[in-house]
C-alpha cells in the first residue's frame, strides 16, 4: 500500500474509501468491474521531478499470485520502448517489487530474467528491489530456499545484486541511485536486495507470533525506520527536533483529513482506466458491427510482395516452392490456404497502421512448417528475408518472435505487450495448444478476467494447436473445456441483441474453432477493426493446414464479407424439403470434415452438417433458425474430444435455450466417451474411435 499513494500519487481519500466498502459503485448500475484488492489496481500518474522535468509512472494492475506480473510489466515496456521509437531503450524503465521468498521460489521469476537480453524481448534493463522481510507468511528461510541468499536466481543472468539494510535509509537510497546508474550504462538487469523486517502478521493482520515468536518479541521492541532515521537527522544536525514534529504532525493530520474526506468518495471508471485507449467502447456504449473485407485489389496488391523472394536470394527448395504455390494463388484467387489467410489478415492490418506481433516458440517457421513468416537463405548463411516486412511504404512493423521454451512467462510478456495500444494485433502461439497449461495461471488471472477486475480491454490472440489426430495425449488437445468454463455468457439467457453486437461486448473474451482460411482472416481482422478489445482463443489447426478442402476463394476475403460465427449447411444434394431432415448434426472444427467426408462416402442424404464457428459468445439466433427450419430433426452435437471435454457441457443447455420458443430440444451427444486422458496415442485404437463416432453420427 505504500507505492500507490508516495509513488503513484493515488488520492489517499480514494484508499480509505476502498478499506470502507464504498468506493467502487454497483456492478449493476454501469460496467465499473468487480474491484479487487487495494494493493492489486493499476493506476497512471505525472509527477514532476526535482529537476522540473516530468516522468510518467504506471502502476500495472496485479492478482495475489505472486510475481505473475513481472513478465507483464516487461511487455508493457517493451510496448512503449516501440510506440515511441525508443530503440536505445533509455526513454522506458521497468522497475519490479519482489518478496524474498517468492523471489526464489516463483519459477516465474527465472522465467521473465531469461527474456532479459533476448532481442524481441529485451527491455534495457530491470530494476529489481527485493523487500527482504526474512521469512514468507509463516515460512523461514531455511525452508524456503536452498540458496544462501534470497536473490542468488539473478546470478543465472550475472545481475549484480546489492544487498543493504533496511534500517539505514540513507545507505538505501544510495544503493537505488547506484542501481539506476548501472541500469543507465549497461542496459541490463540489476537488484537491490533491502534486508529489513515485516512488522506486523502476514497481509498486516496475520498474529506471526504462533510461528515466529522469537522473531516477533525482537521485532516488538525494535524502533521502527522512522525512528532510527529521525534520530539519525537530528543527531547529525540535518534536521532540528522541533521540525521533525511538526513534521510527523503534519503527516498524521493530512492521513485524518483524507480520512474524513473518503466517507463521501465515490469512483469513476475513469479512475481506472488509461487514456491510451479513451477511443474505445465500454460494455455500456453498444458498438458498431464493421466490415472485416478488403478490397479485392487491395489483397491482389499486398498478395504479390507477400509471396515474392528477392533476386538473388536462395531458398530451401521446399519452401521456395511454398512461395511459388502462394503467388499462384493470388494470381488465381483460388485456393487460399491457411498460413496465406493468415499473412493476408497480418498484411493488410500492416497497411492500416496497426502493429502486428506474433510470438511464441517457433513461431517464425510454424511447428507444422506451414508459416514460413521467415526466410533463411541456403547459401548465404545469416541472411534472412521476411515478406511482411517489406510490403510498401506506410507500413507499420511486423515482428514474428521466436520465443525462449516458456509459456508462462512469454505469454504474460505478450499480454502486457497487447495492454498498451489497441491499435496493434499482439498473438501469442503455442507449440501445440496441449502446453498452453503451463501458463494457466495468467489465463485464469489475467487474460480472462481482467476487464471486469480491473477495467483494462485487451485484444490478446491466443493460437492453440488442437485436434485428434492419434498423436496421443500430449499433442492433441488444448483443453477447450476449460476455456469455456471461463467464459461468463449466460447458458440460459437468449437476449434480442444477440447477433447485433452487444453479445460480444457483454462477453468477457470470445472461444472460436473456424474452418476456412477467410474464417482465419476475418477472425483475426475483427480483432482490431472494431470498436473495442477482447481477448481472442482460437483452436488452431494441426491436419487442416494441408487439407485439401480447407481452402477460400479471394472473394471470401473480400469487401462485403466478414467473419461468420455460425456455417450452416449449404443444402447441396440433400432432400429440398426441410421437414424430412432427419438429423441436424452441430458441431466445430476438425470433426467437421470427418463427417463431411463421411456422409459423401454413405450417400446420406437426410443429416444436415452445420458448423459452430465461434462457441462462445454462443450464437443462440443462429441455432434457433436452424431448428425452426428443420422441425423434425434431431439436433445432435458431435465432437472429436471425449465427452468431459470439448464443448459439450458448454453447448447442451445453450442449444436448449436456444431451441425455446419452437420446440423443446435436448441434444443427443455423439463423441468418444469419458476420459482422463484426451487421446490415445495409438494409431489403430485413434481410427477405431473415429469409426465409432461417425457410426453413431449417421446412425
Known amino acids: 500500500l505504500n507505492v500507490p499513494p508516495n509513488v503513484v500519487r493515488k488520492p489517499l481519500e480514494q484508499i480509505f474509501a476502498e478499506f470502507q466498502g464504498v468506493a467502487t459503485p454497483n456492478p449493476d448500475d454501469d460496467f465499473s468491474g468487480s474491484g479487487d484488492v487495494k494493493y492489486h489496481l493499476g493506476m497512471s500518474y505525472t509527477r514532476q521531478t526535482v529537476s522540473g522535468k516530468p516522468v510518467q509512472i504506471s502502476l500495472v494492475a496485479n492478482p495475489s499470485h505472486l510475481e505473475a506480473v513481472n513478465p507483464v510489466v516487461e511487455g508493457k515496456v517493451r510496448a512503449k520502448q516501440h510506440y515511441m521509437g525508443d530503440n536505445e531503450r533509455t526513454r522506458v524503465m521497468p522497475i519490479l517489487l519482489h518478496g524474498d521468498a517468492a523471489f526464489s521460489g516463483q519459477g516465474v521469476v527465472f522465467e521473465t530474467?531469461?527474456?532479459?537480453?533476448?532481442?524481441?524481448?529485451?527491455?534495457?534493463?530491470?530494476?529489481?528491489?527485493?523487500?527482504?522481510?526474512?521469512?514468507?507468511?509463516?515460512?523461514?528461510?531455511?525452508?524456503?530456499?536452498?540458496?544462501?541468499?534470497?536473490?542468488?536466481?539473478?546470478?543465472?543472468?550475472?545481475?549484480?545484486?546489492?544487498?543493504?539494510?533496511?534500517?539505514?535509509?540513507?545507505?538505501?537510497?544510495?544503493?537505488?541511485?547506484?542501481?539506476?546508474?548501472?541500469?543507465?550504462?549497461?542496459?541490463?538487469?540489476?537488484?537491490?536486495?533491502?534486508?529489513?523486517?515485516?512488522?506486523?502478521?502476514?497481509?498486516?493482520?496475520?498474529?506471526?507470533?504462533?510461528?515466529?515468536?522469537?522473531?516477533?518479541?525482537?521485532?516488538?521492541?525494535?524502533?521502527?525506520?522512522?525512528?532510527?532515521?529521525?534520530?539519525?537527522?537530528?543527531?547529525?544536525?540535518?534536521?532540528?527536533?522541533?521540525?521533525?514534529?511538526?513534521?510527523?504532525?503534519?503527516?498524521?493530520?493530512?492521513?485524518?483529513?483524507?480520512?474524513?474526506?473518503?466517507?463521501?468518495?465515490?469512483?469513476?471508471?475513469?479512475?481506472?482506466?488509461?487514456?491510451?485507449?479513451?477511443?474505445?467502447?465500454?460494455?455500456?456504449?453498444?458498438?458498431?458491427?464493421?466490415?472485416?473485407?478488403?478490397?479485392?485489389?487491395?489483397?491482389?496488391?499486398?498478395g504479390m510482395p507477400l509471396t515474392t523472394l528477392p533476386e538473388g536470394f536462395s531458398p530451401h527448395k521446399k519452401v521456395g516452392d511454398v512461395y511459388r504455390l502462394r503467388q499462384k494463388m493470388i494470381e488465381t484467387?483460388?485456393?487460399?490456404?491457411?498460413?496465406?489467410?493468415?499473412?493476408?489478415?497480418?498484411?493488410?492490418?500492416?497497411?492500416?497502421?496497426?502493429?502486428?506481433?506474433?510470438?511464441?516458440?517457433?513461431?517464425?517457421?510454424?511447428?507444422?512448417?506451414?508459416?514460413h513468416a521467415v526466410v533463411h537463405d541456403q547459401k548465404n548463411l545469416g541472411d534472412r528475408y521476411c515478406a511482411l516486412r517489406n510490403l510498401g511504404p506506410g507500413q507499420a512493423q511486423f515482428d514474428a518472435c521466436n520465443s525462449s521454451l516458456s509459456e508462462y512467462g512469454v505469454l504474460g510478456f505478450e499480454l502486457g505487450y497487447a495492454l498498451e495500444n489497441p491499435a496493434s494485433l499482439i498473438l501469442w502461439e503455442a507449440q501445440f495448444g496441449d502446453f498452453a497449461n503451463t501458463a494457466q495461471c495468467m489465463i485464469d488471472q489475467f487474460i480472462c478476467c481482467g476487464e471486469q477486475k480491473w477495467l483494462r480491454q485487451s485484444g490478446l490472440v491466443m493460437l492453440l494447436p488442437h485436434g485428434y489426430e492419434g498423436q496421443g495425449p500430449e499433442h492433441s488437445s488444448a483443453r477447450l473445456e476449460r476455456f469455456l468454463q471461463m467464459c461468463d455468457d449466460d447458458e440460459d439467457v437468449f437476449s434480442p441483441d444477440i447477433g447485433k453486437g452487444r453479445q460480444a461486448q457483454a462477453a468477457n473474451w470470445a472461444v472460436v474453432n473456424v474452418t476456412t482460411p477467410a474464417q482465419y482472416f476475418h477472425v483475426l481482422r475483427r480483432q482490431v477493426v472494431r470498436e473495442f478489445r477482447k481477448p481472442l482463443i482460437v483452436m488452431s489447426p494441426k491436419s487442416l493446414l494441408r487439407h485439401r478442402l480447407v481452402k477460400s476463394p479471394i472473394e471470401d476475403l473480400a469487401t462485403g464479407t466478414s467473419f461468420h460465427r455460425y456455417i450452416a449447411d449449404t443444402g447441396d444434394g440433400l432432400v429440398p424439403e426441410p421437414d424430412k431432415m432427419r438429423k441436424l448434426i452441430l458441431c466445430s472444427g476438425k470433426v467437421y470434415f470427418d463427417l463431411l467426408l463421411e456422409r459423401e462416402k454413405l450417400g446420406v442424404t437426410d443429416v444436415a452438417i452445420s458448423r459452430v464457428e465461434q462457441i462462445s459468445p454462443f450464437p443462440f439466433?443462429?441455432?434457433?433458425?436452424?431448428?425452426?427450419?428443420?422441425?423434425?430433426?434431431?439436433?445432435?452435437?458431435?465432437?472429436?474430444?471425449?465427452?468431459?471435454?470439448?464443448?459439450?457441457?458448454?453447448?447442451?443447455?445453450?442449444?436448449?435455450?436456444?431451441?425455446r420458443g419452437v420446440r423443446d430440444v435436448r441434444p443427443t451427444y455423439v463423441g468418444r466417451g469419458p476420459a482422463a486422458a484426451t487421446s490415445t496415442g495409438s494409431a489403430a485404437q485413434h481410427k477405431k474411435e473415429l469409426d465409432a463416432l461417425l457410426a453413431a453420427a449417421f446412425a
Open 113 to 302: 530474467m531469461g527474456l532479459s537480453d533476448l532481442h524481441d524481448y529485451a527491455t534495457g534493463g530491470t530494476i529489481h528491489i527485493v523487500v527482504n522481510n526474512q521469512i514468507g507468511f509463516t515460512t523461514d528461510p531455511r525452508s524456503s530456499r536452498s540458496s544462501p541468499y534470497c536473490t542468488d536466481v539473478a546470478k543465472a543472468i550475472q545481475a549484480p545484486i546489492f544487498h543493504v539494510n533496511g534500517d539505514d535509509v540513507e545507505a538505501v537510497a544510495r544503493v537505488c541511485r547506484l542501481a539506476a546508474k548501472y541500469r543507465k550504462k549497461f542496459h541490463k538487469d540489476v537488484v537491490v536486495d533491502i534486508v529489513c523486517y515485516r512488522k506486523h502478521g502476514h497481509n498486516e493482520i496475520d498474529n506471526p507470533m504462533f510461528t515466529q515468536p522469537l522473531m516477533y518479541t525482537a521485532i516488538r521492541k525494535h524502533p521502527s525506520t522512522w525512528t532510527k532515521y529521525r534520530e539519525f537527522l537530528i543527531g547529525s544536525g540535518g534536521v532540528k527536533e522541533v521540525d521533525a514534529v511538526e513534521l510527523e504532525e503534519r503527516v498524521m493530520g493530512e492521513l485524518t483529513g483524507k480520512l474524513a474526506e473518503s466517507r463521501g468518495y465515490v469512483s469513476k471508471p475513469s479512475d481506472w482506466l488509461a487514456s491510451n485507449w479513451a477511443g474505445l467502447l465500454p460494455p455500456t456504449v453498444t458498438a458498431s458491427i464493421l466490415d472485416t473485407g478488403v478490397a479485392l485489389e487491395t489483397l491482389k496488391t499486398v
Open 621 to 659: 439466433d443462429h441455432v434457433h433458425a436452424e431448428v425452426e427450419k428443420y422441425p423434425n430433426a434431431e439436433v445432435v452435437w458431435c465432437q472429436e474430444e471425449s465427452k468431459n471435454g470439448g464443448s459439450w457441457f458448454y453447448t447442451r443447455p445453450r442449444i436448449t435455450t436456444a431451441a
Open 333 to 371: 484467387g483460388e485456393g487460399i490456404d491457411w498460413a496465406l489467410g493468415e499473412q493476408l489478415a497480418w498484411a493488410t492490418l500492416l497497411l492500416e497502421g496497426n502493429h502486428v506481433r506474433i510470438s511464441g516458440q517457433d513461431v517464425e517457421r510454424g511447428t507444422f512448417s506451414h508459416r
